[in-house]
């Protein structure tokens, strides 16, 4: 979008001075950000919000609002701050796409990592957010994405997406190329495996908490001088969930120092020190909170948010990049994370028992 545009819409949220220069900042596979400057020197982060993933963006706003508010509450500074449009009836939203939030000065993220301090720090942020949220009520939150981290579901979706009835050249062309890992996703032995978090949830051995539920590691914001983590960002699937989908989802994109669509697979190793650092940081914070049943979870929830991610990429792959960005430069770029996350899924069944092993050890 022109920068004309972008700076005109910045406009119609209220805030100080005016903007004067607007970049993208390439992140996300589902919203579009910008970085704004104003000519007060304060810099914004704008969002297009895309609303065919989020359809109901007020209730979202809703929930970020009270999230955001309840932390604010308990005394922490470094939360998320979004600003309200101009006029008579102030919104979070302009034009039913776009929000406006604060940027937080000398912060950055990572892709990856080869730091094992960071990635101590990563699991420290994950806890950190689940300890701060510790007394809300998770019922009052609005189910953003209808069973978002429902695993099982995932695999319904996938099986919709082979069994797809539309059959042109380039559907089949994709189904050859993807038929190894169709058949790898598929196997009885890890779909039987889909619904091991969500029955514990379902009978109630595990308590539903209020989850972050997109805790990749580009998700949490680091200090630009010390590293030291500040907060997690991407707040848009804040709901009701399971505490072992955020340890999970920070371990499939920390515990190899490959980004998540890397293609050279030779460059993919599941580090075990890499999975020791994360599990530490986390389980600092989370020792006395989390339960007996959930630390059990834990090695589980690594597995199994990389194959619950895995089958989305595959089925996304299947029905034509309908859902999440793809970079054009990069040919069969959903098939390509797929073939990323096969490998990472692959070496994360071989080291189960240790990653049991470790957990046992740090969670005592
Ligand atoms: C999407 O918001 P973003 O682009 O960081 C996705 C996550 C996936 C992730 C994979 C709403 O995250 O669930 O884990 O891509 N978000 C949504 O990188 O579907
Ligand atoms: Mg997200």
């Excluded at 470094?78 to 008579?88: H, M, P, Q, Y």
């Excluded at 969500?198 to 998700?219: A, F, M, Q």
């Excluded at 515990?255 to 940081?281: C, H, N, W």
């Excluded at 007996?292 to 990049?321: H, S, V």
Aim: aromatic share 10%; proline share 2%.
């Amino acid at each position: 979008m022109k920068k004309e545009k972008l700076l005109e819409i910045s406009k119609k949220f209220n805030i100080e001075g005016n903007p004067i220069n607007v970049k993208l900042i390439e992140s996300g596979h589902i919203n579009k950000t910008y970085l704004v400057e104003y000519d007060t020197g304060k810099k914004y982060i704008l969002q297009y919000v895309n609303t065919k993933v989020f359809s109901n963006i007020r209730e979202l706003m809703n929930n970020i609002e009270k999230v955001t508010e309840f932390i604010k509450k308990k005394g922490n500074s470094t939360s998320l701050n979004f600003i309200k449009t101009k006029g008579k009836n102030p919104e979070y939203i302009y034009d039913n796409n776009w929000r406006m939030q604060d940027f937080i000065e000398n912060t950055k993220t990572y892709i990856s990592t080869e730091s094992m301090q960071i990635l101590e720090e990563a699991g420290k942020a994950v806890g950190d957010f689940q300890k701060e949220l510790d007394g809300f009520d998770a019922s009052t939150l609005y189910e953003i994405i209808e069973k978002f981290h429902y695993t099982p579901n995932r695999v319904k979706q996938l099986m919709e997406a082979i069994n797809s009835k539309e059959n042109n050249e380039k559907r089949k062309e994709r189904f050859e190329k993807a038929k190894p890992y169709i058949e790898f996703l598929t196997d009885k032995k890890r779909t039987s495996r889909a619904d091991i978090i969500t029955s514990k949830l379902e009978n109630g051995t595990i308590p539903l908490r209020v989850t972050h539920n997109d805790t990749k590691l580009s998700n949490i914001l680091f200090c630009k001088d010390t590293n030291k983590y500040k907060c997690l960002i991407d707040l848009d699937t804040i709901m009701p969930g399971s505490i072992v989908y955020d340890f999970g989802e920070g371990i499939r994109t920390g515990v190899t120092t490959a980004p998540e669509d890397e293609q050279d697979l030779s460059k993919i190793y599941v580090d075990m020190e890499r999975f020791e650092a994360f599990t530490k940081g986390f389980l600092s914070i989370m020792k006395n909170t989390i339960t007996k049943e959930e630390l059990d979870l834990l090695p589980i929830g690594a597995w199994m948010m990389t194959y619950e991610n895995t089958t989305r990429f595959m089925a996304d792959y299947l029905n034509g990049d309908t859902y999440y960005a793809v970079n054009k430069d990069i040919p069969d770029h959903n098939l390509v994370r797929v073939k990323a996350q096969v490998e990472i899924i692959k070496q994360m069944e071989e080291n189960e028992e240790k990653m049991k092993g470790m957990i046992k050890q740090y969670g005592l």
